[in-house]
């Protein structure tokens, strides 16, 4: 079955660091790829997405590339703030529309200034 | 628009004990979902629907029920609640391949 694999926490920055969390994932066919956020006692919301191979999805300041030849979908950010602490979730879905998700384990991350 | 609500924030429950835990989305969407996140777990999905009347089994469906008799609501149902379902449930609703997330309920069975 389907499977993502996500970079153990917690992570600890300082400001202004560069960010990388690491996913990569196992599934059949063409999935899109998500990063949701969780922030300190909210639900999930997405952060950024892409669907086909090579895509760049991309906000806030993060960014993620769709990389199909090594199924991964590493989440950067170049300049970190405090107020990026939070919980961050990879996730696919399959690729024929709005799919059941399939979640890596989350990553918390902590920046101190 | 609201988006997804869910009732109530916080339960505790004794074993044994029955609660309904409620969902409501205000974006027409067809898509429901309910997931249980379990600490350092990520999330499970329990069960979802695709519209009114439809529901199926996700990952970990033993111990609840579902029912989705209208678009907007999708309650999660606890028949005899047991420690192990000491979690926190999230309920979502999706369009387009985005899911949107309700704020969570925080259950303790004891």
């Known amino acids: 079955g389907d499977s993502v694999t996500q970079m153990e926490g917690p992570v600890t920055l300082s400001e202004e660091a560069f960010l990388t969390i690491n996913c990569t994932y196992t599934a059949t066919g063409y999935p899109s790829l998500f990063w949701y956020v969780q922030y300190p006692g909210e639900g999930l919301q997405l952060l950024l997405k892409?669907?086909?191979?090579?895509d760049k999805g991309s906000n806030k300041g993060f960014e993620a590339t769709y990389r199909k030849e090594t199924t991964s979908f590493h989440l950067e950010k170049g300049s970190v703030q405090v107020s990026d602490s939070a919980v961050y979730f990879c996730?696919?879905?399959?690729?024929?529309?709005?799919?059941?998700?399939?979640f890596g384990t989350g990553t918390r991350l902590t920046i101190i200034p | 628009n609201a988006g997804v609500t869910q009732t109530p924030k916080f339960r505790i429950l004794k074993i044994g004990q029955s609660m309904t835990l409620q969902c409501t989305q205000d974006m027409n969407h067809n898509y429901m979902y309910w997931y249980r996140q379990d600490p350092g777990m990520g999330l499970k999905l329990i069960y979802y629907?695709?519209?009114?009347?439809?529901?199926d089994k996700g990952e970990v469906p033993n111990g609840y029920n579902v029912s989705r008799s209208t678009t907007e609501d999708f309650p999660l149902r606890l028949e005899l609640a047991a420690p192990s379902q000491t979690s926190v449930y999230f309920c979502a609703s999706a369009e387009y391949n985005e899911q949107f997330f309700g704020p969570g309920t925080r259950l303790t069975v004891l």
């Open positions: 629907s695709v519209g009114a009347g439809i529901t």
């Open positions: 996730a696919l879905s399959p690729d024929f529309g709005n799919e059941k998700l399939t």
């Open positions: 892409a669907t086909k191979a090579d």
